[in-house]
């Protein structure tokens, strides 16, 4: 059924098994990507982990709009839009720190850790009309803790988090305790669709050719494919400890520590979880435009665990998943070459192809049954008009 919202029909973009080249490099799809996803459905902000004390604070996007997260005087959790309610800056410039307030660079105009707004400078020249317990950070509708995550939404018809997550909770339960420590943090940008960054986390073939190191090490083994609900979706195989100097040089060379399974999940739209041996990498993806990303990603630790440990998970995150990491400089270069691939139109080649393996809940490692239930959830979102959801901003 056709959106005369945009124009946009998504059942001619998604369809089982193939995905139209347009929804990675159309504008028109990324502005309804905006509006039906990101301002529609949960998004991870960040960890608790990155909040230890009131007045700790961290800047996110949820789509293109700026945020803050932080915690109150009372400890409680908030998340604000990032924008001063006098001329529109951003209040606090992009990274993460602790303060007793929020001042706006440009005016002064400072308001409290629970977006209140303090005070004014000049404040004698405004009329009788202005209002400042009118004019505080704007607090977005919803925010919800699962395992320590951090979601919020703009929409107040965001159901439970419980029930968003569904199926992917025990994978999450799985990775995250409740002693969880961030470890160490980068941010890095590429040149393409978001899109790519969902559908690689949960692509099994990939790492046999793409990713060499991995598959000469023998890291890889037998496992599955899932299509987790809602959107969501993981691999799961058998862990196996990497062979020879490429294990070495990745620090994956042991399980001794490990669980028995290693696994990477996607919680629809924004969220990667990699828990490969003793990595547990935390991915948040923030779209800019059509063909521009940029991710968020932490490796975490445990407070209980030894310092040897410690220090393997933190090496992992820069010699594995970082923008020069043994896979993540691997990615963010098929990122890039997928994007300017996909401006090559005919019709005869205008369809990308998703169909390996089974149909239905779990297939084997290597088939593409997890993307298909993203792209299912995709189209079923990119469906609903504004009549028909919940507020946003």
């Given at each position: 059924m056709e959106n005369l919202e945009t124009g946009i029909c998504p059942s001619t973009l998604v369809e089982d098994g193939r995905v139209h080249r347009s929804v990675y490099t159309s504008a028109a799809v990324f502005e309804a990507e905006l509006d039906r996803i990101w301002y529609r459905d949960w998004l991870l902000v960040g960890h608790v982990a990155e909040l230890p004390e009131p007045g700790s604070?961290?800047?996110?996007?949820?789509?293109?709009?700026?945020?803050?997260?932080?915690?109150?005087?009372?400890?409680?959790?908030?998340?604000?839009?990032?924008?001063?309610?006098?001329?529109?800056?951003?209040?606090?410039?992009?990274?993460?720190g602790r303060a007793r307030a929020f001042v706006c660079m440009y005016h002064g105009w400072t308001f409290g850790l629970d977006g209140r707004l303090a005070s004014v400078p000049m404040r004698d020249h405004y009329g009788p009309e202005f209002r400042e317990e009118a004019l505080g950070l704007k607090e977005v509708a919803r925010v919800a803790l699962y395992r320590g995550l951090i979601f919020a939404s703009f929409s107040d018809d965001a159901p439970p988090i419980e029930a968003h997550l569904g199926e992917a909770r025990r994978f999450v339960d799985m990775a995250l305790t409740d002693d969880i420590e961030v470890l160490g943090t980068m941010e890095y940008e590429y040149r393409g669709n978001w899109k790519f960054h969902m559908e690689n986390t949960i692509d099994g073939l990939h790492g046999i050719y793409l990713h060499r190191l991995f598959g000469n090490s023998g890291l890889l083994s037998s496992g599955n494919s899932l299509d987790l609900g809602?959107?969501?979706?993981?691999?799961?195989?058998?862990?196996?400890?990497?062979?020879g100097e490429s294990g070495r040089l990745m620090g994956l060379d042991t399980t001794d520590t490990s669980p028995d399974t290693s696994r990477t999940i996607v919680l629809f739209?924004?969220?990667?979880?990699?828990?490969?041996?003793?990595?547990?990498?935390?991915?948040?993806?923030?779209?800019?435009?059509?063909?521009?990303?940029?991710?968020?990603?932490?490796a975490l630790g445990r407070r209980s665990d030894t310092p040897e440990l410690r220090a393997r998970r933190a090496s992992q995150l820069s010699a594995v998943q970082g923008p020069a990491g043994a896979a993540g400089a691997d990615d963010i270069e098929v990122f890039e070459a997928l994007q300017e691939g996909c401006a090559a139109r005919a019709p005869e080649i205008d369809w990308l192809d998703f169909s390996r393996g089974e149909r239905g809940s779990s297939g084997d490692l290597t088939d593409e049954t997890g993307v298909r239930g993203c792209y299912r959830r995709w189209k079923a979102m990119m469906a609903v008009s504004q009549a028909d959801r919940g507020r946003s901003i």
């Open positions: 604070y961290v800047t996110r996007r949820m789509g293109r709009q700026p945020v803050i997260v932080c915690r109150d005087r009372d400890g409680r959790v908030r998340v604000l839009l990032n924008s001063c309610t006098h001329r529109g800056a951003t209040v606090l410039r992009p990274g993460y809602n959107g969501h979706a993981g691999l799961m195989w058998r862990a196996e400890k990497a062979k739209p924004n969220t990667g979880l990699v828990h490969i041996q003793d990595l547990i990498n935390l991915r948040i993806v923030m779209p800019i435009a059509a063909d521009r990303t940029r991710v968020f990603t932490a």
